[in-house]
């Protein structure tokens, strides 16, 4: 099947009626992303629409059942993590709780809109070197990191993050930082992924987001791979945090902090995703299991536990795109970006540190500073960030 382009996508006014407005004419994409995002929103059965100021949001019923399928059942929520005193946060406001947003009706749940622009020319994720620090000399279409993994077996791992606005240097890159549990096996790599990220083509305000693959970035489409819930796969929960999910406090160099709690937890055969005080939805096991028929999967636990930041730039040049709030790792606290609490949650169900070692793509662009069982209630922790090429942290 030949990908939909831009001219096609128009012709089919029904189902564009369920896309934001069209920015720039994109190119095709390839894998077929946009045949699979469509015939997922041409099944949805959507109740109401709102908007915030961040998004355009239909919200789904569940009737018929089909929409999403049936519910699993949501992991206990876990005691709230001690705080510090001298590095206060506050916590976010999301778009839906925003004074005066309207929500969709008891029963429904929120999927945002997609335009047709960042949905044509989705930059699909890729897994970050193994080799902590590798540099990766090409430019355009590159991604890099400020990276770290863990072989170790898990039922998942936690980790609370800055919420800097990290510049990027045009809609099409992306800046994050973020959490992965994977399965690696001779059949190949599965992941579940989720952070905080500015991708302007996606969403034109920094969002929670969510990404998968079930054949090591292999391909992309439904219950294969891809981002929020453009395609198959996420099943949503809660009426308030989605992927893609907005909001109105945003940390600021110097000033105010903010930032946010989240975890994946392997639970009754399902990866539940946590945002700040509640599990919000989780992919489904089977759709792993079913891409190894039936073999090792992630499904049933995952091998390997990443922290890291990464940037994706599409000019020729080195980028100048930030990674966290701009400023080097060194910089600490109220200044650079951060992840802390890191901790992986092992197959008795136990919480243990997490202490593998960072690295970076180029140092002199984005690096970290890191303290493993620092024997504060941060846990172990890492300051990540930098400007780019030029050294100018962008607004």
Do not use: C
């Amino acid at each position: 099947m030949s990908p939909i382009t831009l001219k096609s996508l128009l012709l089919l006014p029904v189902l564009t009626s369920l896309f934001s407005e069209t920015l720039s004419s994109p190119a095709p994409f390839p894998n077929q992303y946009v045949e699979h995002a469509l015939k997922k929103r041409q099944s949805l059965n959507i109740v109401a629409t709102t908007n915030t100021h961040a998004n355009t949001i239909d919200w789904i019923g569940w009737i018929p059942i089909g929409s999403q399928g049936k519910l699993a059942k949501a992991p206990p929520l876990s005691p709230a993590l001690p705080q510090d005193p001298t590095k206060m946060a506050g916590r976010p406001v999301a778009e839906l709780e925003m004074p005066g947003v309207q929500k969709g009706p008891a029963g429904t749940v929120p999927i945002p809109r997609l335009n047709t622009t960042y949905l044509a020319n989705v930059r699909q994720k890729q897994a970050p070197p193994k080799k902590s620090g590798v540099s990766k000399r090409q430019n355009s279409g590159s991604h890099w990191y400020v990276n770290s993994n863990m072989n170790v077996n898990n039922h998942g791992g936690n980790w609370v993050m800055s919420m800097f606005k990290a510049f990027v240097n045009n809609g099409a890159d992306f800046s994050l930082l973020q959490a992965a549990v994977a399965y690696q096996s001779s059949a190949g790599l599965q992941t579940a992924e989720a952070g905080w990220i500015n991708y302007r083509n996606q969403v034109s305000q920094p969002h929670i987001f969510t990404y998968f693959t079930t054949d090591g970035y292999t391909g992309s489409g439904t219950n294969i791979g891809g981002w929020n819930q453009d395609v198959g796969g996420w099943v949503q929960v809660d009426s308030t945090y989605f992927p893609g999910t907005g909001f109105s406090s945003i940390a600021t160099i110097g000033g105010a902090q903010y930032d946010m709690t989240m975890q994946w937890q392997l639970y009754q055969g399902n990866w539940w995703l946590l945002v700040i005080d509640r599990f919000i939805g989780y992919y489904p096991g089977t759709m792993f299991s079913a891409a190894t028929n039936g073999g090792a999967s992630l499904a049933q636990q995952s091998n390997l536990i990443a922290y890291y930041g990464e940037l994706a730039q599409s000019e020729g040049p080195v980028t100048t795109t930030d990674m966290g709030s701009g400023k080097f790792g060194e910089t600490g606290f109220g200044n650079s970006g951060y992840i802390h609490n890191m901790f992986y949650i092992d197959t008795n169900g136990n919480s243990q540190d997490y202490t593998a070692t960072f690295g970076d793509s180029d140092s002199s662009k984005w690096d970290h500073r890191a303290f493993t069982s620092s024997g504060t209630s941060w846990g172990s922790y890492v300051y990540l960030g930098g400007p780019g090429a030029g050294g100018v942290t962008g607004g």
